[in-house]
């Protein structure tokens, strides 16, 4: 091949080699236009052209930013906490039954803010009427209904417990001659006034007769394991208030005191 055909060759490459450097530069320039049409070199917050969609594409990169109640992602005012839904998960294994109800705001000392109206204790023992409690308290009965109560009756009476009657949950007042709110201003208190075994047969709270002494030991066995789920136990003998129920509540105390009379 001659000197002919090698200076075309060359002269060929020549002009692929302009032209490739022309289309590269033009698309330059128009990336160039499109930085300083949408804002990105100056600034200014321009809005695309109408023809293309600003919304981002999604990839597999692309994952929803996370809602944590508390951390301002999602969360806000009356979000319910990590440790309410984890309580109410609790009741739910536990086979309690209850709803949520609105926040209570009745003052500045009284209140609620995410109570639950609490219908049974575990599965088949009835709580009447329901309480309102807060979900920890609430947590707590059915913990010392299940783990000590219930199993006190069975001991002794060979049967279970069908029903707990409630005498007080949720109620705006004070502790009786003092100026302390109460631990039922908070939904934090339980008081109990009887027992209906599964059989009929109801045990009152109260003193009971020198020969009840079926009754007296559940009673006992009762209240004695309750301390182990409350920060404050009250009952008959405690004082004139209590003659006639059993008072449960989660008091937190800065020392972490028991008290349980």
Known sequence: MGTTGISS???????????????????LALAACSFLDWGFMDGAAKAPPASIDPSPTRTIFSLPRPSIPGLGLGGGPGVMSAAERQCRAALKRRGVQFVDIAPIRDSAACGIDHPVKVSTLA????????????????????????????????????????????????????????????????????????????????????????????????????????????????????????????????????????HCD
């Not at 060759?9 to 080699?17: E, L, N, P, Y």
């Not at 309102?132 to 049967?159: H, I, S, V």
């Not at 003998?237 to 972490?256: E, M, N, T, V």
């Open 9 to 27: 060759r060359a002269s060929t490459g020549a002009r692929i080699a302009v032209r490739l450097a022309a289309v590269t530069a033009g698309g």
């Open 123 to 258: 599965r088949g023992v009835a709580l009447k009427p329901a309480a309102t409690l807060n979900c920890q308290a609430a947590l707590a009965a059915a913990e010392w209904l299940q783990e000590d109560a219930g199993p006190a009756a069975r001991k002794r009476y060979l049967t279970g417990i069908a029903e707990v009657r409630n005498m007080s949950s949720y109620s705006c007042r004070r502790i009786r001659g003092s100026g302390q709110w109460s631990e039922h201003s908070k939904g934090n208190a339980l008081d109990i006034g009887s027992f209906k075994l599964k059989n009929g047969h109801v045990i009152d709270v109260s003193r009971q007769g020198l020969f009840a002494m079926r009754a007296r030991g559940f009673l006992h066995a009762a209240r004695a394991g309750a301390c182990d789920e409350f920060s404050t136990v009250l009952g008959p003998g405690s004082d004139a208030d209590h003659a006639d129920h059993f008072h449960f509540d989660l008091r937190q105390r800065r020392s972490g005191y028991r």
